[in-house]
């Protein structure tokens, strides 16, 4: 245990005084989890669309007004040829193109029917699709607000009406945020524990104080041990100023038990940790433990579930996700902090994260190569 408190207290001191670190670890994450929530966001807002108006009516320019009421279009161009509306597209002035028929106003109120057009520009996939859906249903909407004026109260309908009351659980008022805060908050104590331990045996090799340590006596188990504990600490403070921001900025308070949540960070810091040694153990540069840790983040970021749920993966991409430490944390955080899970809810995560850990640390042991 003197050995283990000597390596601790070096460690610490080696961090500590280091004025770029101290920034890296503690600044940079609070400053990213403040912006990242209000820039990484689902919904598409602002679409410019173009119309093409061939009726000039009083129903064709009611319906303009609510699409542009609705707060996710702005009209860009309003013209009387589809034409002139395509060229709006051609130039990226435009997104969307919706045409109205001559005789839209007619068609509707004699022959209770009418057929608009719209023009999509699916260059940008996601916007095409969105903008497209938003325009459908805004449309759908002025329809049945169309038929309400037109029905009479006394008039009676044949058919049988279904009344859908739905209701949203865990997050009633749909708030963006509550999904995306706790995911990007995994991802950032995922960097800062990955990166800075991967740096950490590495940066002892280029100054030289590695063969210091390698003539002692200390055994490969206490070195690793030595470096893994201060970073694992210095995680659950990050953690915890993470949720102090996350309530502080956003309004978010866990819903589950304290315990639970720091019992699956303090798991998953074990794991990821235990993997940058492990590269550290590899490289001979910061550079090269840089380079192969940023690999390695690209994989946690983009297939942990952060932005898209990894049910609809390829089943290729599954089997990656599964064998990505980030996959279960950032199941396990919206979990406990939306619904309130427990440790029987989220037992079989933390078992794999501790295979992970016990995996990744025995290796990093095994592989530090200790001269005498």
């Not at 049988?160 to 708030?175: A, G, H, Y």
């Not at 590695?210 to 201060?230: A, C, D, S």
């Not at 979990?335 to 016990?358: E, N, Q, V, Y």
């Amino acid at each position: 245990m003197r050995t283990l408190k000597f390596l601790l207290k070096k460690e610490f001191s080696q961090i500590l005084r280091n004025k770029t670190i101290r920034v890296a670890i503690f600044v940079m994450p609070i400053v990213q989890l403040i912006v990242i929530p209000f820039t990484a966001d689902y919904e598409v807002k602002n679409i410019n669309l173009a119309v093409a108006d061939h009726d000039h009516s009083v129903y064709s320019r009611q319906l303009i007004s609510k699409i542009t009421a609705s707060g996710y279009f702005r009209l860009t161009d309003y013209t009387n040829s589809f034409k002139s509306a395509l060229k709006s597209i051609e130039s990226d002035k435009a997104d969307l193109i919706l045409e109205i028929p001559s005789g839209f106003e007619k068609g509707l109120i004699k022959e209770n029917e009418q057929k608009l057009f719209v023009a999509v520009n699916a260059i940008n996939g996601v916007k095409a699709g969105l903008g497209g859906a938003y325009l459908g249903e805004i449309i759908k909407n002025y329809n049945n607000d169309i038929r309400l004026k037109w029905v009479t109260p006394e008039s009676f309908s044949p058919f049988p009406v279904i009344d859908i009351r739905s209701s949203n659980w865990f997050n009633p008022e749909m708030n963006y945020y509550f999904f995306m805060v706790p995911g990007i908050l995994a991802i950032l104590v995922t960097m800062v524990g990955g990166f800075m331990s991967s740096l950490n045996i590495v940066k002892e090799k280029e100054v030289g104080t590695i063969e210091q340590i390698n003539v002692t006596p200390i055994k490969k188990h206490y070195f690793i041990i030595g470096k893994l504990i201060p970073f694992w600490i210095l995680g659950n403070i990050i953690f915890s100023i993470g949720l102090i921001v996350a309530w502080v900025v956003f309004g978010i308070v866990p819903v589950g038990s304290l315990w639970v949540l720091y019992a699956s960070i303090s798991m998953y810091l074990f794991a990821i940790l235990g993997f940058g040694l492990l590269i550290s153990t590899y490289c001979d540069t910061q550079q090269q433990a840089m380079l192969i840790m940023f690999f390695f983040m690209m994989i946690f970021i983009l297939m942990g579930g952060l932005y898209t749920p990894t049910e609809s993966m390829p089943g290729w991409a599954k089997i990656i996700s599964q064998l990505n430490p980030a996959t279960y944390l950032i199941e396990m955080m919206r979990m406990i902090i939306l619904k309130g899970s427990g440790f029987s809810d989220i037992t079989p995560s933390l078992i794999k994260l501790g295979i992970f850990a016990i995996l990744f640390n025995s290796w990093a042991v095994f592989n530090y190569k200790k001269t005498s």
